[in-house]
C-alpha cells in the first residue's frame, strides 16, 4: 500500500501541524507550534503509519 510521503517528516503528531520549520536537523523533529520534540524517523514512521491506517479506513486513532 502505497502513501503520500511529502508530509511525514514535517507533521507534528501531536498537534499535526505542517512545517518544514518543524524538522531543524536531519534527525531531529521539533513542533514550532506546540513545541513537540520527537526523533525525526520515529515522526516520519507515525504519520506514514497513520496515513496508511486512514487510507484503510480503520484508524483506531
Ligand atoms: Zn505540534
Do not use: W, Y
Amino acid at each position: 500500500m502505497a502513501v503520500d510521503p511529502r508530509n511525514t517528516s514535517r507533521r507534528c503528531p501531536k498537534c499535526g501541524h505542517i512545517a518544514k520549520e518543524n524538522r531543524t536537523a536531519q534527525e531531529k523533529f521539533h513542533c514550532i507550534a506546540c513545541g513537540h520534540n520527537a526523533h525525526a524517523d520515529t515522526v516520519g514512521a507515525v504519520n506514514v503509519l497513520r496515513a496508511g491506517l486512514v487510507r484503510r479506513e480503520a484508524a483506531p486513532a
